[in-house]
């Protein structure tokens, strides 16, 4: 069973038919190319997936790929025409946030979330939007010093 979606990714419209089973990061990365959405666990719990939706941080491995119908998506290649991806980058780079790489496009994306919300994040706001998302490599205290350096 499939069924034909309407959708508009990193401000492209596209219509897709797309099986009922397939989630929303089987067709960024394997329909639609989009590689820079990662795939970690694969059930929603390291954030490594992370795009927006309608604006909202979601984890793209949980969601399946005709719940976007109607709704707007942005992935790590749509943020890297921005401003904003230009800066979180050097904060990043600043702060030796990045070792693999591997996190870092969830971790991107869910500092953009929170940048949508509120220009000035507190340490509560930041620990919250980056709440649940793993890295093996880098230690938490980097990635939040990162950000801080936004506000
Ligand atoms: S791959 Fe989606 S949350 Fe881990
Ligand atoms: S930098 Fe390697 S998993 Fe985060």
Redesign the pocket.
């Known amino acids: 069973m499939a069924k034909t979606i309407n959708t508009i990714i990193n401000n492209e419209k596209h219509e897709i038919e797309v099986p009922y089973q397939m989630s929303l990061l089987e067709l960024l990365r394997e329909e639609l190319n989009m590689t820079g959405t990662k795939e970690g666990c694969g059930n929603g719990e390291c954030g490594?997936c992370t795009v927006l939706l309608d604006d909202l941080p979601v984890r793209s491995c949980i969601i399946l790929a005709h719940e976007i119908d109607q709704k707007e998506v942005v992935t790590i290649e749509g943020l890297k025409n921005t401003g904003d991806y230009e800066k979180i980058k050097e904060v990043f780079m600043a702060e030796d946030?990045?070792?693999?790489?591997?996190?870092?496009p969830g971790?991107v994306m869910a500092v953009k979330a929170l940048l949508n919300r509120t220009k000035y994040p507190n340490d509560q706001d930041i620990k919250e939007a980056l709440g649940g998302h793993?890295?093996?490599?880098?230690g938490y205290e980097a990635?939040h010093k990162a950000v801080k350096r936004l506000v």
Request: net charge positive; aromatic share 12%.
């Open positions: 490594a946030a990045v070792q693999c790489g591997f996190c870092t971790f793993l890295c093996r490599c880098t990635i």
